[in-house]
């Protein structure tokens, strides 16, 4: 999954890893598990999450690493990670290795003025210390300038998925899980096949979304 901070990764990483029955690694909590366990690792980044700076590619690619190994499962969801270009050819290095590439890298698309909305109003409730309006912005200039780029290498490879996340968590769920589903039986049927990106961002339009 590559989307902005506050586009609903991990809301949705949830619905997708409980629906395929997969394990849902997502990089943020596990950094912040570390910190707040006070491991090693944790005290590495801490004070590069506080800023909301990336940690370094190394560390973030060997905790993945380690993850997707020990999970012993064929299919996963990621989240929050690739973040750059580096760790989005690491990681492909990997999984070709373990015959394990991505079938799909979904994007979620939300607007920046919904996305401060949201992660202002999670502020309030989440006690994350990278949740203060300064840090958000940050988060979100560096996403737009390391992160969404990858989105292109994807779209090449015929693997991009974008869809509206405007909309109620469950709506965008549905529209997710309908073109996994979809997507399921090409890839089982044709694994060889070549694809092209598909783009679900009307359908918010279509079923009466305001943006
Ligand atoms: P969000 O998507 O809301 O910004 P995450 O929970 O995914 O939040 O990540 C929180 C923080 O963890 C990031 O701001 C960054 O400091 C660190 N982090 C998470 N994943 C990565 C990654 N793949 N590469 C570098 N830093 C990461």
């Known amino acids: ?7 609903g990764k991990g809301t949705q990483g949830v619905v ?5 029955g997969i394990p849902h690694i997502a990089t943020g909590d596990l950094l912040r598990d570390h910190v707040a366990r006070g491991t090693e690792l944790g005290q590495t980044v801490r004070a590069s999450m506080d800023a909301g700076a990336l940690v370094p590619d190394e560390v973030v690619l060997q905790m993945v690493f380690e993850a997707l190994d020990a999970s012993g499962s064929d299919g996963y969801v990621l989240d929050g990670v690739p973040r750059t270009m580096a760790q989005a050819r690491s990681l492909y290095d990997f999984a070709v290795e373990r015959d394990k590439t991505a079938d799909v890298a979904l994007h979620l698309d939300v607007d920046d003025d919904e996305l401060v909305r949201r992660l202002l109003a999670r502020a309030a409730v989440s006690g994350r210390t990278d ?10 200039a560096l996403y737009y300038e390391v992160t969404h780029p990858i989105l292109d290498w994807y779209g090449e490879r015929g693997i991009l998925v974008r869809v509206d996340a405007h909309r109620p968590a469950d709506q965008v769920g549905r529209h997710i899980l309908t073109a996994l589903e979809v997507l399921k039986q090409v890839v089982e049927g044709s694994p060889g096949l070549p694809r092209r990106a598909v ?7 279509a079923f009466g979304a305001s943006t």
């Open 16 to 20: 997708i890893a409980s629906h395929f």
């Open 1 to 7: 999954m590559i989307a902005p901070p506050g586009a």
């Open 131 to 140: 949740d203060t309006e300064d840090v958000i912005r940050h988060r979100l």
């Open 199 to 205: 783009d679900l961002t009307s359908l918010g339009r």
